[in-house]
């Protein structure tokens, strides 16, 4: 297996972050569009979304290779569901709460949802649910779907591949029809369209990734990097070239630039993990803070954007100026948390699920993918471009 620090691999520790850095900075072009009415740098971040199918792709990646050892160990199961749920929930939970009560002291913040006691109930548990007090959670909810399936693989083996296999095969149809319908897939599946995003494709695309690196060691590692972040450049800059004068509502790559975004994701992973069997990144250190920082940049940048808009609107400031100070707020305040809150949470609850096998890279989340936010200062999350919003 690949030369790592502290055992995490360094180079996807730096993947991650720059993923989560390109999500936010989609999400605040769109931020600042709403809010002065003006794209910001020609619109040159709009294929940030790229960052999603990425962290679909580790996640899956992650997953098998931190537990490869557990599959077919019943005993395992009970281990594997704490962990994630440590890894998973304390900062979800402290962060939605804040926004839970700032919804109730300032109903306008909540933008058109409506906050029920069931509702509420649901989304904090993370269970299918369409209107979400952190609307970015959507992506979490796919989260919890492939954990449970693959908590079958540690109790079954990996003869219960087929269950993972199942669902993608699903959510591969369903998405692809709903994409060429041109049919929205929350209405029509409501809280249950979990199974209809192609975006699913990433786990097991993760998975088949941990499963080859091990026996590929480093060998070859150029080649995928080149093919994997090739083909990404060249679908990024497909959208940025006949979609920077679109609303990001619009699907510019169409029903198979999702895959496309997921396979290079694959490549450029592996290729990655294979180069670490023969080279050390520098400044490891700095990486693996900020790549830990990446889950708490993922939940906050929105609302803090939210809040941050309603000081800085006072200042005479350029949409440029603002948005620069948006993204250097938001990557600064997430370093902080996972420095001194997330970290320290991490190390008292860690002892829960302890198992066999120490984790490769703490990154569990998928960050979520979502175009411009609603209008006005609302803390919500608007749907990403052919795929749903849980």
């Known amino acids: 297996m690949a030369r790592s620090d502290g055992n995490k691999l360094i180079s996807l520790e730096a993947g991650r972050f720059f993923a989560a850095l390109g999500v936010m900075l989609f999400h605040y072009t769109g931020v600042i569009a709403n809010f002065r009415g003006v794209t910001v740098f020609g619109d040159i971040f709009r294929p940030g979304h790229v960052g999603v ?5 580790l996640s899956g990646f992650i997953i098998y290779h931190v537990h490869r050892a557990d599959l077919g160990q019943a005993g395992a199961v009970g281990r594997f569901v704490v962990k994630r749920a440590v890894r998973l929930f304390p900062m979800f939970l402290a962060i939605s709460l804040a926004m839970l009560l700032a919804f109730l002291v300032s109903p306008s913040m909540a933008g058109q949802r409506e906050v029920t006691p069931l509702g509420v109930a649901a989304d904090l548990l993370l269970l299918p649910h369409a209107d979400a007090i952190l609307s970015i959670s959507w992506t979490l ?6 954990y449970a399936l693959f ?10 591949f087929w269950a993972i296999g199942v669902w993608i095969a699903i959510s591969m149809a369903a998405g692809l029809y709903a994409l060429a319908a041109g049919i929205d897939t929350v209405p029509w599946m409501g809280s249950w369209s979990v199974v209809a995003s192609t975006l699913n494709l990433g786990f097991g695309l993760g998975m088949i990734v941990a499963a080859t690196v091990n026996t590929s060691g480093g060998s070859r590692p150029w080649p995928l990097i080149g093919l994997g972040g090739g083909l990404l450049a060249l679908l990024c800059a497909i ?3 006949f979609g920077r004068s679109a609303s990001h509502d619009v699907d510019i790559l169409g029903p198979f630039g999702m895959i496309g975004l997921l396979l290079g994701a694959a490549a450029l992973i592996s290729g ?3 180069l670490e ?3 050390t990144m520098p400044a490891p250190g700095f990486w693996k803070a900020a790549g830990g920082s990446s889950y708490v940049l993922y939940l906050i940048h929105q609302p803090l954007a939210s809040l941050a808009l309603r000081l800085l609107k006072r200042l005479p400031l350029s949409a440029e100026a603002m948005f620069v100070i948006l993204a250097l707020v938001a990557v ?15 190390r008292r609850l860690s002892t829960l699920g302890r198992g066999s096998q120490p984790p490769t890279v703490a990154a569990e989340a998928a960050l979520a ?3 411009a936010p609603n209008a006005g200062l609302s803390l919500t999350t608007p749907r990403p471009p052919g795929q749903s919003q849980q």
């Open 332 to 346: 600064a305040t997430a370093l902080v948390i996972h420095l001194t809150v997330e970290k320290w949470l991490l």
């Open 141 to 146: 909810r796919h989260e919890m779907v492939f």
């Open 151 to 160: 908590a079958l693989s540690l109790w079954f083996g990996p003869k219960a």
């Open 369 to 371: 993918l979502a175009p």
């Open 53 to 57: 199918p990425y962290f679909f792709v």
């Open 277 to 279: 069997a023969t080279w």
């Open 239 to 241: 959208e940025w070239t």
């Open 272 to 274: 990655l993990v294979r």
